[in-house]
């Protein structure tokens, strides 16, 4: 589902910075020899993840979701210095495609690759993150935040992807859908929760930013 004319998103994208090189790679190859590469962030989105990350200069970030690298790699252009990214995914045969693209980037020894189930693998990690980015499956949304909420310091940023779900979270007819429901509750339960604050963007399928207070 397109939120905005196309001709408007083909304007937002061509006055938007360009990929690097190695991005623009992944970008392609994803498309050509992944399934599903609708679930790579993409061009713009990865802009926005990457200038949110510099806004941010996180020192540690989690993301849960690595799919093929893509969104690692934008985020980690904002990390601290001496700052590390932990990315969790459950694909063990994307492993090695990701691992391929982090090994060419300049931050590769800042990156830790991480395979399995984030909902195992999150309480062993030790300490806090500046900033988490939610991208896994939806229903476990509402899981891993709680999960995570305690581990983000005052002043660090959650960011939840595909928050929108193809529009269906404000269509009737998806009231059976397990992952609409698990999306439409953790909406719900975030813009609740007095311990945040939040907005949410229409950027391709929603992002929703969420600043622990």
């Known amino acids: 589902m397109e939120f905005i004319d196309e001709k408007l998103d083909d304007y937002v994208c061509a ?19 992944i399934l599903q ?3 790579l962030s993409g061009h ?10 510099k806004m941010m200069r996180p020192k540690r970030i989690l993301e849960l979701g690595t799919y093929t690298g893509y969104s690692a790699l934008c985020l980690v252009e904002g990390l601290h210095v ?34 399995g189930d984030a909902g195992d693998i999150i309480p062993t990690i030790q300490g806090e993150f500046d900033l988490v980015f939610m991208d896994a499956d939806k229903e476990n949304y509402l899981n891993y935040y709680r ?11 959650l960011l939840a992807d595909n928050v929108l779900w193809s529009g269906k979270v404000v269509d009737e007819k998806s009231n059976n859908d ?11 339960f975030v813009q609740n929760d007095d311990r945040v604050e939040n907005v949410m963007f229409p950027i391709r399928d929603g992002l929703l930013m969420i600043r622990k207070k």
């Open 44 to 53: 713009f989105q990865g802009r926005v993840l990457s200038m949110f990350s």
């Open 147 to 157: 999960l995570l909420i305690d581990r983000i310091p005052s002043g660090g940023y």
């Open 82 to 115: 001496e700052g590390e990214l932990i990315t969790i995914d459950c694909n063990e045969e994307l492993e090695e495609f990701a691992k391929s693209y982090f090994e060419l980037h300049e931050r590769k020894n800042s990156i830790k690759q991480l395979v």
């Open 15 to 33: 006055h938007t910075s360009e990929e690097s090189d190695l991005l623009y790679k992944l970008n392609r190859e994803t498309h050509v020899e």
């Open 37 to 39: 590469p609708r679930m």
């Open 178 to 188: 397990k992952d609409t429901n698990a999306i439409k509750e953790f909406n719900l």
